[in-house]
């Protein structure tokens, strides 16, 4: 089968773009709701240490932001599709013999 064998360099593409998949589902960023709708981006955090609620009135829980999550998704599988393509092995122009078996000089005009 080929064209879908993947090189060594390939596969740690792969292997590195489900990594940075991971830490982020890990570290997901969040966001905080608010009064009258506002929503507000907070960093990254871990699932198991979400960032603190703020101590005023009128805030909600933090929750995990799964539209920027979704993104960063969408732009690591977009890299690492791209690294895959990059790093495939390219096909070799194989030399060229004259009829005594020789490599064929190579002439270049004006020289």
């Known amino acids: 089968m080929t064209g879908c064998e993947l090189n060594t360099r390939q596969r740690s ?20 709701h608010g009064r009258y709708g506002f929503t507000f981006p907070l960093e990254n955090r871990p699932l198991f240490a979400p960032p603190e609620r703020p101590g005023s009135s009128g805030y909600f ?30 096909a070799s122009i194989p030399a060229q013999d004259d ?4 490599p064929r000089s190579i002439r270049v005009p004006g020289l």
């Open 99 to 102: 009829s005594a078996g020789r």
């Open 13 to 32: 593409a792969i292997i590195a773009g489900v990594l940075v998949v991971l830490a982020l589902a890990l570290c997901p960023p969040w966001k905080q």
């Open 61 to 90: 829980a933090p929750s995990v932001d799964f539209g920027r999550l979704s993104l960063y998704w969408l732009v690591v599988v977009g890299v690492t599709g791209i690294a895959i393509y990059a790093l495939r092995k390219r």
